[in-house]
């Protein structure tokens, strides 16, 4: 891809142009560019800000059969921040994406910087194979791994009856956060090595020349040039699975009926509110979870922007 | 050209044949074999369970990753395609419609919008996008349960439109191709082609959109893959399984096979057929257009 150094807007602009021609041209300006950007607008309007202001408006009441619809100010919110369910799936989300991410990062890391060091074709098919996952979708990606956990007919039972020892149930109590875990992981970390990968390959090769001349040995070379300098992606992808993470719903849900109750119906913030609008249509309390668990992804987003100091960098 | 490419190739590789190096690249092999291995598992088990009868998927000859000795994938296929008449290619059908009107709905828009912000400076331009920054930190499950209650007054929910509308909503497809147009489109071009007369559709349609193309294909291709493999809104939205895409749909037959069988008969076969057959078209998607989406998703990471 070329880079094309453009111009600081303004000088572009003919200089000598009369006044009242350059006036109608900026005039013409304006509105072409509210034109282009208006179609987004309407979408933005309607499906971002309309929901959020009436999340916010639906948290502020409640609703009983008795007394109907009722102010109530905070008291969802308090509610919510003090309900054991809400509490249970926030700290869940939080603790899953501290021990998931790690992993997730240095899965993809791992396989980027190894692609990025092979030119040949078992690179190119092993960077097709890890990014596959993308294309499936996660309920799909929940069932196939629901199957490959069961004790009784999965793989494991015949890997671990040469050894004598019964399979352990990966969805069990215990087991049931590394199951999740590992379907995340397998889902995702294709989708953000080739983030990493894209990144590693616009780096100017004659960096690592000049490195290797200076006496730097591969590994001094990864650590040193190369992820330094995909800083800036890796904190991209590094938000998109903060975000995804802490609004985990998808496999959860899939893999609950298969679970044997250890997945609850409050497992995660998302599925909690899931089940308070649907299955007992309290969509006042449901909205005030919903927009509790934006305000906390919010902040957590902001806050690790903030401590990365990319802000700048990336979002300009 | 090529021969000098090949020389310092050459010598480059000469330099690389030193211990430390081949070590380095002998880890890089064994990584990645051991992720190709883990990557594939589950989509081996899937076409090996698809050829097997409910017996051999849960008791059968092979094991969990070998074939069975009964081959019936022919049998499940048909069996798919006629279960409870048809409703799996019905929901193939919703699929389609869904990922591609909202896909294709969703680039339109990002790509006029990301043209805009990038080369028109219009009154509250930089409100607008920081604002649109913003809303990429906004989790957009969060706006279903709203969405679904707004769209209940206006009596849209449980139609197409309750997951076609707000799959228009992409705020990262907006910002990828503000990030992509400001480099790949040079001003100097775009006031060339004004000063010879041409309108701002003009200079827009035919001087920017090719330029575009490979930031289009990725969004296109990404927006394509968000709408297909979405369950969250869909299943909200959604109450009558005849609206109900792939994703819902086996959804909804894993929660009667694991409550009663599907009275009777196994579901779990369709289930493990049906998931083959569902990702087959977005995986073709990906080998066949793999340069396109490939370039373009260097976007992201052009800053």
Redesign the interface.
């Given at each position: 891809?070329s880079?094309?150094v453009?111009?600081p807007?303004g000088q572009?602009?003919?200089v000598e142009a009369p006044v009242r021609r350059r006036r109608r041209?900026r005039e013409?300006?304006?509105l072409?560019?509210?034109?282009?950007?208006s179609?987004?607008?309407v979408?933005?309007a309607?499906?971002?800000l309309?929901?959020?202001g009436?999340?916010l408006y639906?948290s502020l009441y409640t609703k009983g059969l008795a007394t109907g619809t009722t102010f109530a100010g905070f008291k969802n919110y308090t509610r919510a921040f003090s309900d054991p369910s809400f509490r249970k799936g926030v700290w869940f989300v939080v603790r899953f994406s501290l021990v998931l991410i790690p992993v997730q990062m240095a899965?993809s890391l791992?396989?980027a910087?190894?692609?990025d060091?092979?030119v040949n074709r078992?690179?190119k098919?092993?960077r097709?194979?890890?990014?596959?996952?993308?294309?499936?979708?996660?309920?799909?990606?929940a069932?196939?791994?629901g199957?490959?956990y069961s004790p009784?007919?999965?793989?494991l039972?015949?890997l671990l009856s040469v050894f004598n020892t019964q399979a352990p149930f990966l969805l069990s109590q215990g087991n049931v956060f590394y199951g999740l875990m590992n379907i995340v992981t397998?889902q995702w970390a294709?989708y953000y090595m080739?983030?990493?990968y894209?990144?590693l390959?616009?780096i100017d090769p004659s960096l690592y020349e000049a490195a290797?001349i200076d006496g730097a040995?591969?590994?001094q070379i990864a650590v040193r040039i190369k992820i330094p300098m995909?800083a800036?992606?890796f904190v991209?992808i590094l938000?998109f699975a903060l975000?995804g993470t802490?609004?985990f719903?998808?496999e959860p849900?899939?893999l609950g009926?298969?679970a044997n109750g250890t997945i609850t119906p409050d497992f995660t913030p998302?599925i909690y509110?899931?089940n308070l609008?649907?299955s007992y249509a309290q969509?006042n309390y449901?909205?005030a979870i919903?927009?509790s668990?934006?305000i906390v992804?919010?902040i957590a987003?902001?806050v690790f922007l903030f401590a990365t100091r990319k802000r700048g960098?990336?979002?300009? | 050209m090529t021969t000098i490419r090949a020389a310092r190739r050459a010598a480059t590789r000469r330099?690389a044949a030193a211990p430390?190096?081949r070590e380095?690249?002998v880890?890089?092999?064994l990584?990645?074999?051991a992720?190709?291995f883990?990557?594939?598992?589950?989509?081996w088990?899937?076409i090996v369970?698809s050829t097997k009868d409910a017996h051999g998927?849960?008791?059968g000859s092979g094991?969990?990753?070998w074939f069975d000795k009964n081959f019936n994938l022919i049998d499940n296929v048909r069996e798919l395609f006629t279960y409870n008449h048809g409703e799996y290619l019905r929901w193939f059908g919703n699929s389609v419609l869904y990922a591609l009107t909202g896909g294709i709905g969703a680039t339109?828009?990002?790509v006029?919008?990301g043209?805009?912000?990038a080369?028109?400076?219009?009154?509250g331009?930089n409100l607008?996008f920081a604002?649109?920054?913003?809303?990429?930190?906004?989790?957009?499950?969060?706006?279903?349960?709203?969405?679904?209650?707004?769209m209940s007054h206006l009596r849209m929910t449980d139609t197409i439109w309750a997951v076609i509308?707000?799959s228009?909503?992409s705020?990262f497809g907006?910002?990828l191709m503000k990030v992509y147009a400001?480099?790949?489109v040079?001003?100097?071009l775009l006031?060339a082609a004004?000063?010879d007369g041409a309108s701002?559709a003009r200079v827009?349609f035919q001087v920017a959109l090719p330029l575009l193309r490979?930031a289009i294909v990725t969004v296109l291709l990404l927006s394509i893959?968000g709408t297909?493999?979405n369950?969250?809104l869909p299943?909200?939205m959604l109450s009558s399984s005849k609206l109900y895409p792939?994703?819902v749909g086996?959804?909804l037959w894993?929660?009667l096979a694991?409550?009663n069988n599907g009275g009777g008969q196994s579901l779990w076969n369709l289930?493990?057929v049906g998931?083959l057959v569902?990702?087959v078209p977005?995986?073709i998607?990906?080998?066949t257009l793999?340069r396109h989406w490939?370039?373009g998703?260097?976007i992201?990471?052009?800053?």
């Open positions: 891809m880079v094309i453009t111009a807007p572009a602009e003919v041209a013409r300006h304006q072409a560019g509210w034109l282009f950007v179609p987004f607008v979408v933005f309607a499906f971002l309309a929901p959020l009436y999340a639906l899965v791992g396989a910087l190894a692609l060091s092979l078992f690179a098919m092993s097709l194979v890890i990014f596959l996952p993308y294309a499936i979708p996660a309920v799909i990606g069932l196939m791994w199957f490959l009784t007919f999965g793989p039972k015949q397998w294709g080739i983030i990493l894209a990144a390959k616009g290797r040995n591969s590994w995909i800036s992606a991209l938000v975000i802490l609004q719903f998808t849900q899939i009926p298969i998302n509110a899931y609008a649907f969509f449901a909205s919903s927009f668990l934006g992804i919010f987003v902001y960098s990336l979002f300009t | 330099s430390a190096g380095r690249h880890v890089a092999y990584f990645l074999i992720l190709v883990y990557f594939l598992i589950p989509v088990w899937l369970a998927l849960f008791a094991g969990a990753l339109l828009i990002s006029f919008a043209y805009g912000f080369k028109y400076r219009f009154v331009r607008l604002m649109l920054l913003g809303s990429i930190m906004v989790p957009l499950t969060a706006l279903v349960i709203p969405t679904f209650v707004m509308l707000p228009l909503l705020p907006v910002y400001a480099v790949a040079p001003d100097e006031d004004r000063v701002e827009f490979p893959v297909w493999n369950y969250f299943l909200a792939l994703t086996i959804g894993e929660q694991s409550s289930i493990i998931s569902s990702i977005l995986v998607a990906f080998l793999q490939q370039s998703l260097t992201g990471s052009l800053k």
